[in-house]
């Protein structure tokens, strides 16, 4: 079953720290990665797409990486701000012939604090 | 314009109203989603359009309609729902859903409460 499960569930730091979330993930056929950020009632923005063969992307203070072979893929948040407070969901999209489908991870909410 | 649009924002009908939601892209998306999610969970698909034709329909209660008039309009039609269905609608677009890269650009959502 296409699965994608994300740790910690929440996470509380302190303004100007640094931050790792995780993301471990049984897809097939996997076609990408992202990481979305959800604002609270709001939409998700992709902050990263990984492909199989790439192994990290950053975008400003995140980077994102994906090691293929274990199946999991982490963000990191550096030197956060109150404006990162939010739900970080891991996407993964599965190819399967024509049909493309994206797999939601439940999320990790994040509560940065000053 | 890289935006979608969603109307309304919040809405509260009965279980007898008949009610729409609206989404609204103008980027050239031939794909466009309609998605519900509750409370910390993660996003649920509902249908799929592409090229304004209902590609996917995940098992969805005939009591949601949706609705593509245009590339650019996406509806969701609203009909004897149950209080379950409270919910965070979100609408989403993309440049053609076979394509796993193209990135799916998602409105800020409708909060739907059913009383």
């Known amino acids: 079953k296409n699965q994608v499960e994300q740790s910690p569930q929440s996470l509380i730091i302190l303004e100007g720290k640094n931050c790792t979330l995780q993301?471990?993930?049984?897809?097939?056929?996997?076609?990408?990665l992202r990481w979305y950020k959800q604002d609270t009632g709001r939409g998700p923005v992709s902050l990263t797409i990984?492909?199989?063969?790439?192994n990290t992307k950053s975008n400003g203070r995140y980077t994102a990486t994906l090691d293929a072979d274990t199946k999991q893929s982490s963000l990191h948040i550096t030197a956060s701000q109150l404006s990162d407070s939010a739900s970080y969901i891991c996407v993964v999209s599965a190819k399967d012939g024509a049909t493309n489908k994206l797999i939601f991870g439940t999320g990790t909410l994040l509560a940065v604090q000053p | 314009d890289t935006e979608v649009t969603q109307t309304p924002k919040h809405l509260v009908m009965g279980m007898t109203n008949k009610k729409s939601l609206k989404c609204e892209q103008h980027m050239g998306h031939r794909a466009m989603y309609w998605y519900k999610q509750k409370a910390k969970k993660p996003p649920e698909l509902m249908f799929v359009?592409?090229?304004?034709?209902?590609?996917i329909n995940e098992s969805v209660p005939s009591r949601f309609s949706p609705e593509c008039p245009n590339s650019s309009l996406l509806n969701l039609h609203l009909h004897a729902l149950q209080p379950e269905d409270s919910a965070l609608y979100l609408c989403?677009?993309?440049?053609?859903?076979?394509?796993?890269?193209?990135?799916?650009?998602f409105g800020p959502g409708t909060r739907l409460t059913v009383l």
């Open positions: 990984m492909t199989f063969s790439e």
């Open positions: 359009y592409s090229y304004e034709k209902l590609s």
């Open positions: 989403a677009s993309s440049q053609d859903w076979r394509s796993s890269y193209n990135e799916q650009f």
């Open positions: 993301c471990n993930y049984t897809v097939s056929p996997f076609s990408n």
